[in-house]
């Protein structure tokens, strides 16, 4: 059985973004191995993956979706994405953050794979994460960036 990974679009951006080489050199081993996993995002990194207004960095990032399960959001993926910010996990500002949170918790991803260092990748937000989690008697999930996984 293939681990379950979710992707936020910080994962898909670094393989291209060769401002920051360190990052998108140890993101280009997760690339090569990607047919290990069932990946998946939800439409919420298929939207941010859109966003580029230069068509042909816009079609490259979509280009990278190939053989990814994309997610609808649902309602049960906004109200805990809600929950994370009410219960400080996350500032209302980052609610996108917590919506990528929620729609791998909910979707039973193994991990969350990204490069959100600031925002995600950090000791103190994941054991909130799944504090928050364990409370609502939801499965906890691995937050990784690529080269941890």
Same mark, same amino acid.
């Given at each position: 059985?293939?681990?379950?990974?979710?992707?936020?679009?910080?994962?898909?951006?670094?393989?291209?973004?060769?401002?920051?080489?360190?990052?998108?050199?140890?993101?280009?081993?997760?690339?090569?191995?990607?047919?290990?996993?069932?990946?998946?995002?939800?439409?919420?990194?298929?939207?941010?993956?859109?966003?580029?207004?230069?068509?042909?960095?816009?079609?490259?990032?979509?280009?990278?979706?190939?053989?990814?399960?994309?997610?609808?959001?649902?309602?049960?993926?906004?109200?805990?994405?809600?929950?994370?910010?009410?219960?400080?996990?996350? $500032?209302?500002?980052? !609610?996108?953050? $917590? !919506?990528?949170?929620?729609?791998?918790?909910?979707?039973?991803?193994?991990?969350?794979?990204?490069?959100?260092?600031?925002?995600?990748?950090?000791?103190?937000?994941?054991?909130?994460?799944?504090?928050?989690?364990?409370?609502?008697?939801?499965?906890?999930?691995?937050?990784?960036?690529?080269?941890?996984?």
């Amino acid at each position: 059985m293939k681990l379950r990974v979710y992707l936020d679009t910080s994962v898909f951006s670094a393989y291209f973004d060769s401002r920051v080489r360190d990052r998108q050199r140890e993101t280009e081993p997760f690339w090569a191995r990607r047919q290990e996993f069932d990946l998946a995002t939800s439409e919420l990194g298929r939207d941010e993956l859109r966003q580029p207004s230069d068509p042909v960095q816009r079609r490259r990032l979509l280009g990278l979706l190939r053989g990814f399960t994309v997610l609808a959001v649902t309602e049960e993926m906004k109200q805990l994405g809600q929950r994370y910010v009410r219960e400080g996990v996350f $500032a209302a500002t980052m !609610l996108n953050d $917590a !919506l990528h949170v929620a729609a791998a918790v909910i979707s039973r991803q193994d991990v969350l794979l990204l490069w959100n260092f600031r925002h995600l990748v950090n000791r103190r937000r994941r054991a909130k994460v799944n504090d928050v989690n364990v409370e609502a008697g939801l499965p906890t999930i691995e937050i990784l960036a690529p080269s941890e996984l």
